[in-house]
Structure formats: structure tokens, C-alpha cells
């Protein structure tokens, strides 16, 4: 069964960046997979942050403004995320979460999510 | 970027009633790329359909998907207690991919 565990603080301080991991169990991070990251607010609710192939391809949302990026570590299982600049309208669960078959496709698998809080 | 609007906001129904919801796109989804997800308090959404109409592994024949172009519907026949919960369109069919705002299905 393919797990997905996010990790990472769960509060930022205003203008600095927001560093989250996820690990992926129970299944290959190198197969023809796409991993991403998504966040849910109550003012924004659910929004696509970017994706990332175990190539190190990565494609991100314009909306945040090139402050994304999306990193694999194949070695560990892991993708991560940072984000810079922070400001509170930042603050919101983050989860990461697989597509399959190559890209254009719904998420299967999901982290439980990680509130991060952007606060002073 | 393709918005997703769903009607209704909330829905009250009882438990063994059918529950009919609606997804608009505001551009063509090209393939039908649409996927619904149920969602409960304080967990991850969970895949329901794809492909506008494929249900995902495990999921009860009570749900049903339909639609096409800028139209979907998400069916819930006979709804379980455990069916409570809020429902998400998506669409993945162009980056930068996107959700609706959600239907609440709740108790009457």
C-alpha cells in the first residue's frame, strides 16, 4: 500500500521560507509517476502548488509568483517543497499527493497534510 | 486557468436519499480529464472518479460520474451515513490544474 507522510514546521515567520518533505512507502518514487504538492485554506480552499518527475523535471503554479520550487531525492524517497516569501496568505495544509500513469491524471494517493501556520 | 464552479453550495439530505451534484467548467476539459474527490473533517480528499466517469479502485457502485466539455455530475444513490462529507470537482487536464470550491452533503 503507498503511503505519503509530509514533515516539516508547522510555523513560519513572515518573509521566510516554507520547507516541507514528503516520503512515499510502499511504492517507487522512479516509476512513471508525477508528485505533488497541493494546499487548502478556507479563503482559497484547495490549490495546486506544482509537480515534480523523478527526473527532476518540476512544473509549478504561476499564481505563486516563482516562488516554488520542487525537488526529488530518489535516494530517500523523498520530494520536497519550498516556498519563499511567506506571508500569512500562505498559511494553510499543505499535502503532497501522486499521480499516475505519466502525468496527466487524478491524485490516487495522498499525505494526511500538515497545517503550516505563517505567523510573527 | 481552467475555473471550476459546483452548485449547490450545501446539500441536506437523509441518509437513503440520492444526492445530485454539479461541476461547471469554464473552459472545454479536454478528454473529460475530471475527477471527484470526497472529503471528511480533517482528513485528505479521496479519490472518487477520474476520466469524468471511472470509479476509483474500492469505490461503491452507488457513486456514479457523468458529463462532458464544460458539464459534469457526481450521482450518490441511496446515501450512507458515512457518505456525509464534502465533495470536490477537479480538473487535470491543464496545468495549472484545479478544484472546485466543494458541495457540502449534510444531514437534514
Known amino acids: 500500500q503507498v503511503q505519503l507522510q509530509e514533515s516539516g514546521p508547522g510555523l513560519v515567520r513572515p518573509s521566510g521560507t516554507l520547507s516541507l518533505t514528503c516520503s512515499v512507502s510502499?511504492?517507487?518514487?522512479?516509476?512513471?509517476?508525477?508528485w505533488h504538492w497541493v494546499r487548502q485554506s478556507p479563503e482559497k480552499g484547495l490549490e495546486w502548488i506544482g509537480e515534480?518527475?523523478?527526473?527532476?523535471?518540476?512544473n509549478y503554479n504561476p499564481s505563486l509568483n516563482n516562488r516554488v520550487t520542487i525537488s526529488v531525492d530518489k535516494s530517500k524517497s523523498q520530494f520536497s517543497l519550498k516556498l519563499t516569501s511567506v506571508t500569512a496568505a500562505d498559511t494553510a495544509v499543505y499535502y503532497c499527493a501522486r499521480v499516475p500513469d505519466g502525468g496527466y491524471g487524478p491524485f490516487d494517493y495522498w499525505g494526511q497534510g500538515t497545517p503550516v501556520t505563517v505567523s510573527s | 486557468e481552467n475555473e471550476l464552479t459546483q452548485s449547490p453550495g450545501t446539500l441536506s439530505l437523509s441518509a437513503g436519499e440520492s444526492a445530485t451534484l454539479s461541476c461547471r467548467a469554464s473552459?472545454?476539459?479536454?478528454?473529460?480529464?475530471l475527477a471527484w474527490y470526497q472529503q471528511k473533517p480533517g482528513q485528505a480528499p479521496r479519490l472518487l472518479i477520474y476520466?469524468?466517469?471511472s470509479r476509483a479502485t474500492g469505490i461503491p457502485d452507488r457513486f456514479s460520474g457523468s458529463g462532458s466539455g464544460t458539464d459534469f455530475t457526481l450521482s450518490i444513490t441511496r446515501l450512507e451515513p458515512e457518505d456525509f462529507a464534502v465533495y470536490f470537482c477537479q480538473q487535470y487536464a491543464r496545468a495549472p490544474f484545479t478544484f472546485g470550491p466543494g458541495t457540502k452533503v449534510d444531514i437534514k
Open positions: 515534480v518527475y523523478h527526473s527532476g523535471t518540476a
Open positions: 510502499g511504492g517507487p518514487i522512479d516509476s512513471n509517476l508525477w
Open positions: 473552459q472545454t476539459v479536454n478528454y473529460n480529464y
Open positions: 476520466g469524468a466517469s
